[in-house]
């Protein structure tokens, strides 16, 4: 009942089996694919594995409903095969990611050898075997590959419900590869021609096809739930909540595609019923044509009963004595009554069943003296009915229509005879033939007419040798052998049968005159699978809409919670910053800050929004703010450093960017502006370089003392000669000495002072090279009581605008570090050079050590504070020391001036500090850095 149920259903099975596989290759290619674990799970091949084979689905659904044929069995071959190497892929490339094993795809080659020896069983062979080779040991494997997934530890673990989901998937697929791997169709070798899908169906009375197509459904819908856990397991922390909904999410979801796919059944279904009806109604019309035909050819063979209730026909089976005397009347009256009906004989018998009157008296096969007491016709009629008798001539050996009427005597008591007409079928099989299929079949299932000649006396069904036996007996249809005229599967619900592989629908008829008989009309053609094909095809694009805009909600719906949990890291983000961060529109104007911008301005947020950037500067600076916002709405970046004073008077110094915010058009619409109080990285700024500078000085005493007495001792050797001296030019000269000596003494005094004092905050153009030439004077003192030789290559270079005591002190605190790099080596040699760099505009100062060099690891911090080699911090001596300050006061200055300053070196082989200054034409302050 179920398989009888389901034959006419299977295109819309195909349908929901191939639709499951579609979804499933959307979701693996639209969601999965850039999912977490896209590398661990190749999500691309199983995608790819469900799109080829739900088209390939489809295709069976095809040749359902509009008709098989060598193209298109060879078309879905190919396109199954090429289905499951993708699962199979999915299997390697899982395998290989998760073990670490490497299996080259060369292996492929042994599997299509074994495949094409089903070659040898013919089509169904390579078929079964391609589903042994390919469909069960990728499905095998991949559900492997699903049960034994588990998730990276160095990123965020799946949850129970999608490890569970992942299982699910898992036991489906193997199910499914089992079922599509194993239940094969029929083949002539083993286990093809045990196990498959007909001995299925008779087990379990179901098609395997229905059992693929739920287990399909399973494993792409626990895949789509995969799919949207995880996207949003990353937003939605509450898991149990989360896990509950999702849950309740899945059990909707199944509900509601298992509803629309039945109700997409029920409607294509009862369209098709009704065109079918309407077509078997058609069948119905057109059996009972051939039936009135029939019926037509019976009742012009009963005016035989007027001759039965002749007088002189009952005289001449009673009067024997005078039967010789009478033949010539009735032989004359049968052949008058044959021609009439068109009858091929019309004969007479007496109440023994001889014939003793025939209209075939002289043809070789005359009825006459013959006995057919056995026939039905006969005996029917001499019991005082009408007999009526389909069956071949066993005197002819033609088919004919036997209507015999009993004979009574003149005193109507007794049967004294049988009057017999007997038609030919010609008539009957011309009309038949007007159709392509029909045929008038007898009650044991046999074909007595034909529109196929070739199927006459073949049966409808297969018969057993006890019915054999009893047609034998009758001798109604010869002598057999009545085998099966090849129709199968006969489904009387659906009205169809098969015959020579080819799908034909049925209707029978009843013969009311022949209990038993039925005509029957099969058509090879009808309008129903097609219309259940358009209206499956209808249902698809519906379908395809409806996915449309399932995937745009999610889509939607997921936005909406990134957005949502966008919006909520943001405003945590930026209300946790200690900086100060604004939005403001194109009119400068404040749209939100955070509340360190509050407590930096000393403001109320009411106050705040709406404000004008340039509201939160002091007056003075008014004009430069709407410079700059002018400069950031031209799309550049802005850095600035400025002091304002807060609501409270206190004074503090900003440091603030501002960048624009380009939307898609690339209009700026808004700019941000991120500020940071540096107040305090100010003043330890400046007590770090005033520590440095208190080293330096400390390095320098000796030196410096040195040079200071040398002086002293120039002017007190002049000026003793000048007071003994008689001579005026002697005494003017000794006087001339003593002045410069005095000045050289007030420049080392200066000197000193703008070291270990605080430097002006001022810039000028600066001549590098004369510079540098003083700081080797300070420290000339230095160099030769370490020995030290200094060496110098200068170049012509433009001035630069700087700080000359700033700049002063990041070369002498390079030439400082230098001198302590070659403490304890035989060659000391410092090599000072000056370049200039027209593009970008730059001079390049370059001091080259041949020291101990800088390992690796401290050249990655070497800039950073407290780094040093030296003393105790530097895991040396002592008497050694060392803070580690130099180089990162050096480099602060650098970076003050919008420089920069790198360093070469290897361990062993010494340093080269190189430090580049841009140059600044007229009053031009740095780009990078503006001091307000």
Known sequence: MSTNLLAGQMDYVFFCYGASFIFLGAVCLAILRRSPDAKRLPWFWLGLFGFVHGLNEWMDMVAVSLGDSFYLRTVRLVVMIASFVCLMEFGRRGYSEASGRRISAGFYVLFFVAASLGLLSGWEGINAASRYCFGLVSGVWAAYIFLSFKSDKAAAPLNRFSVNLLR???????????TTGLIVPHAKFFPANIINTGSFIDLIHLPVQLFRGIFAFILSAAVALYAINQGLEAFLRHGRVKEKRLIIFSIFSFAGALVLFFLGWMFIDGYGRRIAEEERDTRYLKAKVFVQFVHAAIGKLETMESLANAPYISDFLVDISNRQKNIEIVNDVLDRYKTALKAEVCYLMDASGSTVASSNRDSEDSFVGKNYAFRPYFQQAIQGNRGLYLAYGITTNKRGIYVSYPVFDQAQRSIVGVAVAKAAIYDIEQFFRTYNYVFLVSPDGLIFVSSRPELIFKSFKDLSGREKERLVESRQFGEGPWDNAGFRERDDLAGTILYQGKQFFFAPYDVKELPGWKIYVLDDRSTVPIMRFALI????????VIAVIAMFIFKLSQDMVHLLSSEVLYETLVESLSDSVQLFNREGRCVSINNSGLRMT???????????FEDFWPSEYSDKMRKVIQGVLEGNQQNLEGQMAKSDGSIIIKSVTLTPIFEDAGEIRYFICVARDITEDHRS??????????????????????EFNNVLEIILGNAEMAYVSKDPEAMKQALKIIIDSARRAAWIVKSMLDFSGKASESREFIDIVELIKQNLVLLNKVFEVNGIMVETHFKEAPRVYCNPGKISQAFVNIMINARDAMRGLDEKRLVISVEHVADPAEVVISFKDSGCGISEDIKSRLFGPFVTTKGILGGGEEKQPGV????????GIVKQHNGNITVESKEGEGAKFTIFLPIFSGEEKPARKETV
């Open 884 to 891: 580690g300050l130099g180089l990162f006061v050096a480099y």
């Open 537 to 544: 095809v209808v249902f698809i694009s519906f379908l395809l």
């Open 602 to 612: 000393g403001r109320k947020k009411e106050d705040a929004m709406g404000s004008l």
């Open 168 to 178: 699910i998937a898992g036991i489906s697929l193997l199910l499914y590869g089992l």
């Open 685 to 706: 700024r400046d007590r770090l370089t005033q520590s440095s500078k208190i080293a330096t000085v400390g390095a320098l005493a000796t030196g410096v003392s040195h």
